[in-house]
């Protein structure tokens, strides 16, 4: 069964290395200064001749607290008013990138991320969505799957009933933990009524899929005090769970100088937590996705993942992987066809640009054949945890065995430790291997050594 799992701790020790989470290939770490403007609009453009769908990702920076583990490009500030010149420049790229879409081009999935996307006020929500269906062709109906980040401390039912009329069907609320005594360490205090509002409003309001964000490895964590957190969680019944490996990270993101490292958990104490969330999770039924998430067996990314339909993009796991993706806001990533483009982080830059009429956009790459092969191999692993050499030798008219002859040995490795099924035509990922799949993949990596002194989280 593909959601089987076996916890192997030896081999977890030995193949727990950092590495990319291949929300992209090539990673976002490769991505370079001589991306501009003109490419990404000649991206576009080729797009709408050829009428692929879109799926449009949009960047609301601002929270009025600060999470100490946090790393995502966020503004934190008390003052709602600052939203209102960041929405113009906004509003001034979503009118800008429209006019080389086209009517054939519906967006079939929209994602509303942050930061903390509530932060604005309803008023503003509703500006927000009536500039998007003013500018893109988005479904009328409940087709799309649309979704939004949730604080469940910035929100009430009023709030899960406007996003719900604005056309929001799917939500992703942000816990971390239920213990209080972690959530005063992290600086999110968050009572378990809160997200149960949130929650009793998302279901009474027929969403259609509820995700809820975990973190293990936490200060003041213990497996007891988590396993308690995953199965009030559980209690809850949200469509779908991600239990994700904090990567304290002090030099590079600053909020988490704050986090006292003498306060973290043991590196066995994490991988208790994770071992713990796995048996706990899947003897609730839920199955294991891959690389963190969990879904209910009736959940649209576990049907895609039976159909050998899932697909990844920086999202994460989706079943729109095939739409071109516009990232929308200040830091966002945009992939259309073979390019990927990034906005600058840069808050005053992005706003002064767009003021001028200008797009922000500032960094990416162009994907060249030997991305496009690697990209295909690792999407299958990671997605479906097996790989048949002949689709990629039909898709690319290459040899398997020549063109990655410098990954056999260690895939030969891999099979003899029994993480994966390695035969003349063929490689399937075994129940020892699916928590490992990211080093399974960083083989097929080919900007691995100048990624080495990189910083990416651990695999568990």
Known sequence: MLSSIRWDADLIRRYDHAGPRYTSYPTAVQFHDGIRPTEFLHALDDSRQQQRGLSLYVHIPFCANICYYCACNKVITKDRSRAREYLAALQREIELVSRHTGPQQRVEQLHFGGGTPTFLSHAELRELMACLREHFVLHDDDGGDYSIEIDPREADWATMGLLRELGFNRVSFGVQDLDAEVQLAVNRLQS??????????????????????????????????????????????????????????????????????????????????????????????????????????????????????????????????????????????????????????????????????????????????????????????????????????RRFGIDFHDYFADCLPMLEQMARDGLILLTPRSIRVQPAGRLLIRSICMLFDAYQSEQSTQRFSRII
């Open 192 to 393: 378990p009524e809160q997200t149960q509002t949130v929650m009793d409003a998302a279901r009474t309001l027929a969403y259609r899929s509820i995700n809820i964000d975990l973190i293990y490895g936490l200060p003041k964590q213990t497996p007891e005090r988590f396993a308690r957190t995953v199965y009030a969680i559980i209690a809850l019944k949200p469509d779908r769970l991600s239990v994700f490996n904090y990567a304290h990270l002090p030099e590079r993101f600053m909020p988490q100088r704050r986090i006292n490292s003498a306060d973290l958990p043991s590196p066995a104490d994490k991988l208790r937590m994770f071992e713990n969330s796995v048996q706990q999770l899947l003897a609730a039924g839920y199955r294991y996705i891959g690389m963190d998430h969990f879904a209910l067996p009736d959940d649209s990314l576990s049907i895609a993942q039976d159909n050998g339909e899932l697909q990844r993009n920086f999202q994460g796991y989706t079943t729109h992987g095939h739409c071109d993706l516009i990232g929308l806001g200040v830091s966002s990533i945009s992939q259309i066809g073979d390019l990927y483009s990034q906005n600058t982080s840069d808050l005053k830059r992005y706003q002064q640009s767009l003021q001028a009429d200008e797009l922000a956009t500032c960094r990416g790459l162009v994907c060249h054949t030997d991305d496009h092969i690697r990209r295909a191999v690792i999407a299958q692993l990671i997605c479906h945890c097996k790989l048949s050499f002949a689709s990629i030798e």
